[in-house]
């Protein structure tokens, strides 16, 4: 079965600080990898996402994240943070024979003026 | 990019009554949709999948005859809760999917309040 872990409930970080959000996951097949962000009262919106190719994955907003096989990681990062990206962050996975995905508990960042 | 629409974004409603939620995809086929659920600081929980012109396949506890969902159209998906009551309150969020295609497109919400 699939699941995905975010340790962290809370981030919190300085303006200007680079963060990381963490997620780990657990998948039977090979991962599709995906980061969404949601503001107060919103849906998703899409931030990245791994499927092949470079581990390194660079999306919207200045975020990027790197796909490591070993440690089962998808950690988000971002090199200096905003206080408009504070929201909350979802991990999702889904694997190449599955049929939806699966979400982790969500990680809120607050980034600090 | 691909974009997908929920009416209406907020509700109201008086407990007993139903209330029916629509999901759009708006420019392309959806041939798959999915519908979750969020309870307040806390993930999606997925509710249901529905392929196009077939039954819904629902999640384990979730209750299909309260639950009513179609999926008549590529376009189009409804959420129907019926009976409503004040526990039903939560974030209603759909989301779709084109074919086979990995990535899924997720609308803006519904907030259900039932009083």
């Known amino acids: 079965a699939q699941s995905v872990a975010q340790p962290e409930d809370q981030v919190n970080v300085a303006e200007g600080n680079p963060l990381t959000v963490k997620c780990t996951y657990s998948?039977?097949?090979?991962?599709?990898l995906f980061w969404y962000v949601q503001y107060p009262n919103r849906g998703l919106q899409f931030l990245l996402k791994?499927?092949?190719?470079?581990?390194l994955v660079k999306g919207s907003y200045g975020f990027e994240a790197e796909f490591n096989k070993s440690q089962t990681s998808f950690h988000l990062k971002k090199p200096s943070a905003l206080v408009s990206d504070s929201a909350l962050y979802f991990c999702?996975?889904?694997?190449?024979?599955?049929?939806?995905?699966?979400f982790g508990p969500g990680t809120r960042l607050s980034v600090l003026p | 990019g691909a974009v997908v629409s929920q009416h209406p974004s907020r509700v109201i409603c008086k407990s007993g009554t139903s209330v029916k939620i629509e999901c759009r995809s708006l420019?392309?086929?959806?041939?798959?949709m999915f519908w979750y659920r969020q309870f307040p600081k806390k993930s999606l929980m997925l509710m249901a999948t529905?392929?196009?012109?077939?039954?819904?396949?629902?999640e384990q506890g979730v209750e299909k005859d309260k639950f009513l969902i179609n999926h008549a159209s590529l376009t189009l998906s409804t959420l129907t809760v019926t009976s409503a009551h004040p526990e039903d309150s939560s974030f209603y969020i759909c989301?779709?999917?084109?074919?086979?295609?990995?990535?899924?497109?997720f609308g803006p919400g519904t907030r259900l309040t039932v009083t």
């Open positions: 998948v039977s097949g090979n991962p599709y």
């Open positions: 420019d392309f086929q959806a041939t798959t």
């Open positions: 989301s779709a999917r084109e074919g086979a295609n990995y990535e899924q497109y």
């Open positions: 999702a996975v889904r694997d190449t024979g599955g049929q939806n995905f699966v």
């Open positions: 529905s392929n196009e012109g077939s039954k819904a396949t629902y």
């Open positions: 791994y499927i092949t190719g470079d581990n």
